[in-house]
């Protein structure tokens, strides 16, 4: 609802750079869905 409310608060001029801001989020969220990494190798060995 907060979000909701800034966003109206923000203007037609910064919807879609909020917009382009979401989908950047969600690409990056979705390229990194393995936050374990490489644990077998955690201590270069």
Not at 10 to 22: E, R, S, T, Y
Request: proline share 2%; glycine share 12%; hydrophobic share 55%.
């Amino acid at each position: 609802m907060l979000l909701l409310l800034q966003l109206h608060q923000l203007g037609p001029q910064h919807l879609h750079a909020v917009v382009l801001v979401l989908k950047l989020a969600a690409l990056l969220l979705a390229g990194h869905h393995d936050a374990r990494g490489l644990v077998d190798e955690a201590h270069g060995g």
